[in-house]
């Protein structure tokens, strides 16, 4: 069994409010519980993650010091940000081993993300923190083995910096993410009217975005539970080409290609209130409508068991 639970589903910012009080205002974060595992699965490290931290030593801490595996999607500062003031890192004996990916050689992980704790930004500096951390750099990789009947598989997706979707398989279940990004597209002109447009350039271009996007849905391909990047309408989209996110449409057409039987919609607009997800949700969250493939906005504090 393994066991979903969302501590933040927004995108960009963190935007609590009034507005915002249904679906949650804090930036991505999510908790993986694997039955038989001691270790905390955490996956980013957005605003969310504080009062998850709470959570776990309130309701952890007393069975012994705190085992965590952080998977950060990528780097940037809505993704990390809630890293200062995830309270298990300042108590002796917690055991936190970070990964993700970085998009420069010459900046390793403990930098990019341990970096915003300097005195000009923080009180605390990461030197000074009483926890045990490690930090380990990944790529895209098939079938890593994580103990105990657990099996990681990354994917380099499309955004304006390195990030990875992440696979989780477990006893024949799979949970995967898939964000922030964006469907690739052919980068030539396409246009034969075009004074640079090259037939043979533009139909190359158009195959290779085929390909990327078919290999992102064999990636998440038959997964029991997929958490999709859908910050947009299709509309919305037209003006935000190459910001690295995904329309609705998009994301709900390619996991129901790929036979997903639950596909939360996540990374939600931080100006996007509860009331307009509610009146989405009558469009894009209709029952049956789309075969075998439950589609649901995904919900601060809800819990999903596989």
């Not at 908790?31 to 776990?56: F, M």
């Amino acid at each position: 069994m393994m066991k979903l639970r969302f501590w933040g589903v927004r995108g960009s910012i963190p935007c609590p409010g009034k507005h915002t009080k249904k679906y949650g205002g804090n930036g991505a974060c999510m908790e993986l519980r694997v039955e038989g595992r001691n270790e905390i699965i955490v996956i980013d490290a957005g605003s969310g993650i504080r009062e998850l931290g709470n959570a776990l030593v309130t309701n952890d801490l007393a069975n012994g010091p705190l085992q965590i595996a952080m998977y950060l999607s990528h780097t940037h500062w809505d993704h990390i940000m809630g890293f200062p003031y995830f309270t298990p890192i300042y108590i002796p004996g917690t055991r936190l081993k970070v990964h993700g990916p970085v998009s420069y050689e010459d900046d390793p992980l403990r930098d990019v993300v341990g970096g915003q704790m300097k005195y000009r930004y923080f009180p605390i500096n990461v030197g000074e923190l009483a926890s045990d951390i490690e930090y380990e750099r990944l790529r895209e990789e098939s079938a890593i083995d994580l103990g105990d009947g657990l099996l990681l598989t990354t994917k380099f997706l499309n955004h304006p910096i390195t990030a990875l979707g992440y696979r989780f398989e477990y006893k024949g279940k799979i949970f995967c993410t898939c964000y922030d990004h964006e469907p690739y597209r052919n980068l030539f002109i396409t246009d034969p009217d075009h004074p640079e447009y090259d037939e043979i350039m533009a139909m190359e271009g158009e195959e290779v975005a085929r390909e990327q996007n078919q290999a992102i849905e064999d990636f998440f391909r038959g997964a029991d539970l997929l958490v999709h990047d859908s910050q947009y309408t299709a509309a919305e989209y037209e003006d935000r080409i190459n910001w690295g996110h995904s329309t609705f449409e998009h994301a709900i057409a390619a996991a129901n290609r790929a036979g997903v039987k639950k596909l939360a919609l996540y990374h939600h607009d931080p100006d996007r209130t509860d009331d307009q997800i509610d009146e989405m949700a009558k469009t894009y969250c209709e029952p049956g409508k789309y075969g075998d493939t439950e589609v649901f906005f995904a919900t601060e504090g809800e819990e999903i068991i596989l």
